[in-house]
């Protein structure tokens, strides 16, 4: 079995939620506002067994999927996308943007179906697209590869976060497993400072910085519409969080 597939430039999948490595976040502070998405997966998904591998066990049947993500509504472009639709930070993108359409969360023998264009996408997979994928293989892996070594190599950081904030959060446990036991699971945003500090030389104020005037300029941009009410919420919470850092940084000058 073989699959075709060639970027048109539309740009439609650059919207809303963008995963990200805890490196692209920390990197793009300027750029995005930060989050972490948690998600349930049970056994018996394709994702799980490599999920556990790179996230932590909630419970025998269930792991999580613990991603720092680019927190925009799904209406919203991505703020690195040009006019013309194309990334204007092609060369410093996003791991996660370079391996489009494939998925490093899953393994190479399970990315048929991400092939297939989603409503709306351009994609072209007709038979003027070249082939990328062959009998479960990715032609040209090396993006594929690299992202999968960016989420080998900061697991231990999400396990540790994971550790530490189901321990110290009861109630994000209950969230949680009430989730789980949804056959659609469930998925939960937190705050990105918790993982940070998780994250070794880093310098926290710097970043703070940074992260406060994406969420001022989201903010001031986000309707005042119902259902855009969550993302004011956290982007609200977020904001106060960046400024006692800064407040608290200062006070150690
Ligand atoms: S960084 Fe570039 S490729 Fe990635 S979502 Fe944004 S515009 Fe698209
Ligand atoms: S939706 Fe498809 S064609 Fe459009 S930018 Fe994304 S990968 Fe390219």
Redesign the pocket.
Known sequence: MERRFA????????YGWLPLSISDALSHAHRFPLAVLWGTVRQGAKAFDLTEKLGIRLDKKTALRITPIAYLPPSFQCPALGEDMRCTIHEEKPVRCRT??FSADREMSDQADLLI?RSG???NTQPDAPVVYRDGNILDATDFNRERQVLQDQATTIQSYAAFLLKSAPSLKAQLDKQAKRPAGGQIVLKILPLLRKVADIDLAYFAARQALVLKDILARLPETPEFNEYRKNYVDGLEEMDRMLISAKGTI
């Open positions: 970027c048109t430039v539309c740009g439609k999948c650059c489009m359409p264009p996408w351009l994609c």
